[in-house]
């Protein structure tokens, strides 16, 4: 028998950046075109998630995926980490919260330390490896890992969000005075409202309406003036770049601004003067835009009132005082021609409703909830979204540095991922639309019940690019919109706050020129505005999780119906209906058969019998585990009545 010849692999180095997706593997972004690197755990050298990692990289012949092993850590980013400490004396380790550090690590020096089996603990990464033990150093200790009152601070740590202002920006924030307080036009006379959620501190939006003639009203967007308490450079100023937004879990708020500024002098409460940058702006019935002026208001809100409210009085379940009550009605009828000119325009407009929490005293969770999106959230969104538009374009016009609010098309090859999972849920009809992300986005799955409706308008969104903020306009594809801004919000995001100072100075003021301290400041602004968005939006989803997790802790053992949301090599991610809360089912729990991935169809199939667990498939699963801070949920599929696997079980628990 003639011998084979063993063809040696190609095999290559490359650097780039680790991403941990499971205990069992890691993924490698080289930045290169042929796509991700797999790691397996056992090639990771000790390397964790975030480091920069030098990588032996071959071509796997059966599959063509790119596998690689860890041959040095390049650069290792500063990393802080929450945790539990499990042993004691110089034998502790570090349990680490965050999913993607699944190994324990051990604690140096921890005979000094003032931290007990069990505590929680904040810790710090150190830099230099020493082989492939990884080594942290305790800095802060918190408390009882199992008290659900500090979770919230445990996020904070994690993702580096401040837990307090210096004593210099509070000394400055008790000082503050109104700056501006003089070139105001005096609206006080109007009547104003505020519209928000019933937990809101703050308030710092306002709405008014008044009837020109019998087809043109003049609405009102009065946006408190942060600017005019805290001064470019200002300690508090500093201190609100660096947080770039407040950001909000389930129960705490982490503000941008003390709450001195942001919860009293700049809050529009009920029959206090405050200043304002208004614009009035001049609409049709339709919805056309007339005219609009911006300008330096003081108002006197007449009432605040909740969402909840709105919807009542304009659902004529609730009663308010005649003026009040037909104002609501014009800005109801307004939103909706508004609304109609942005599906005219095709622009995306999402039905996602948010996961909202109802804690108790002591932080557990009591209920669990999606709040919709209903008439008076369109009401207030729709003239934010106006104003925000007409004081970025009235910018553009007048060619002033600014920051505008722009989001990027969709990429061909995200989409192409999006009507892959669209066929696997029973509609490969959208992969063959010409239509873009916008035009598919009208009437998207409306076949499909309420839940798979959710899980493919999320699909959707998440194959759209993010939105960012940046000095050149290059429009908002989502918005279908060019010179959009954000200026409505200054009290919570720094964005609306720069470009403030700048409408004051050049729109209203008619300066020829911005501040150059403020215009030197755009750039590096525009992109730490964006990261700070993206941490703040991280941990509001993961202070979710672990309270929904917590949440499902007391149903250990108890079977639900859910939904498979996303399918991956090791398993499929399931989300428990009624509760919102997804869990995994590890591929090696499926004892029935042996299940390989088939990524083409989002599907574990069977080898044998062909059974497949696809995405947006209903399926009944048991809650094996739940470990709400390592943000897990094991699960365990239900065999159904009638299954060969599920007689067998019943004859052996017979025999037992």
């Known amino acids: 028998m003639p011998r084979r010849t063993r063809i040696p692999v190609r095999t290559w180095k490359s650097v780039g950046r680790l991403q941990r997706s499971s205990p069992r593997f890691a993924f490698v972004d080289t930045g290169q075109d042929e796509g991700d690197v797999y790691v397996a755990s056992r090639n ?11 990588i032996q990289v071959r071509r796997n012949r059966r599959s063509g995926l790119l596998e690689g092993r860890v041959l040095r850590i390049v650069r290792r980013p500063f990393r802080q980490l929450t945790g539990r400490v499990s042993g004691t004396g110089g034998g502790c380790v570090l349990l680490p919260d965050d999913p993607r550090f699944p190994s324990p690590i051990l604690i140096a020096d921890a005979r000094k330390g003032s931290f007990l089996e069990g505590d929680r603990v904040v810790a710090v990464l150190e830099g230099r490896q020493r082989g492939e033990l990884n080594r942290c150093r305790v800095t802060e200790v918190l408390g009882d890992a199992d008290d659900a009152r500090l979770d919230s601070t445990l996020i904070a740590r994690e993702f580096g969000l401040p837990l307090s202002f210096g004593n210099r920006a509070e000394e400055e924030a008790e000082l503050a005075v109104d700056s501006d307080s003089g070139a105001r036009a005096r609206l006080e006379d109007a009547s104003v409202f505020t519209i928000d959620p019933e937990t809101a501190a703050d308030f710092d939006d306002a709405l008014s309406v008044r009837e020109v003639s019998r087809d043109r009203f003049e609405v009102g967007v009065h946006i408190a003036d942060v600017s005019a308490f805290v001064s470019d450079g200002s300690a508090v100023d500093l201190e609100a770049m660096e947080r770039g937004n407040s950001v909000y879990l389930p129960d705490r708020v982490f503000p941008m601004l003390p709450p001195k500024i942001s919860s009293e002098l700049c809050s529009l409460k009920p029959g206090e003067p405050r200043g304002c940058v208004s614009i009035l702006m001049e609409l049709t019935r339709d919805g056309d835009v007339l005219r609009s002026r911006i300008l330096e208001s003081t108002i006197r809100s007449e009432r605040r009132f909740t969402y909840e409210e709105v ?8 009663a308010a005082p ?13 939103s909706r021609a508004l609304n109609e000119k942005r599906r005219q325009r095709k622009s995306l407009d999402f039905e996602l409703p948010e996961l909202k929490v109802r804690l108790s005293d002591l932080g557990l969770p009591e209920e669990l909830y999606l709040e919709e999106k209903v008439a008076s959230h369109s009401l207030v969104e729709e003239m934010m979204i106006l104003a925000n538009t007409l004081i970025g374009s009235a910018a553009k016009r007048k060619r002033v540095p600014f920051l505008f609010r722009v989001h990027p098309k969709a990429k061909s090859e995200k989409l192409k991922e999006f009507f892959r999972a669209a066929a696997a849920m029973g509609l490969p009809e959208l992969g063959r639309s010409k239509a873009d992300a916008r035009e598919l986005a009208v009437g998207l799955g409306e076949s499909l ?28 594809y989502g918005l279908a919109l060019e010179g959009y801004c954000h200026f409505t919000s200054p009290i919570r995001r720094y964005a609306d706050l720069l470009n403030h100072r700048i409408v004051k100075h050049c729109l209203v003021r008619r300066a020829k020129a ?69 869990g995994m089912v590890s591929r090696d729990v499926l004892r029935d058969d042996s299940y390989h991935y088939d990524e083409e169809h989002f599907s574990l199939v069977g080898k044998r019998r062909g059974r497949r667990y696809s995405l947006g498939q209903s399926l009944a699963v048991q809650v094996a585990k739940v470990d709400p801070l390592g943000r897990m949920m094991d699960l365990v599929p239900v065999p159904e009545p009638g299954s060969r696997r599920g007689s067998r079980q019943r004859k052996e628990r017979r025999w037992r």
């Open 44 to 54: 990771l050298a000790g390397a964790l998630d975030g480091d920069e990692v030098e």
């Open 322 to 334: 005649r003026g009040l009550q037909r104002d609501l009605r014009t800005l109801s009828a307004l």
């Open 514 to 582: 911005p501040p150059r301290e403020a215009v030197g400041k755009l750039p590096a602004a525009a992109e730490l505005c964006t990261q700070t968005e993206i941490r703040a939006d991280e941990a509001e989803r993961e202070a979710n999780r672990v309270k929904g997790l917590r949440f499902m802790e007391q149903f250990l053992g108890e079977v639900f119906e859910g939904l498979i949301v996303g399918v991956i090599n090791s398993g499929f991610f399931v989300e428990i209906s009624g509760h919102l809360v997804e």
């Open 449 to 476: 019940d309420p839940a798979r409706q959710r899980l493919l308008n999320s699909l959707l969104v998440r194959s759209m690019e993010k939105a960012r903020y940046d000095v050149t306009d290059i429009g908002h």
């Open 311 to 318: 919807q009542r009085i304009l659902d004529g379940e609730a």
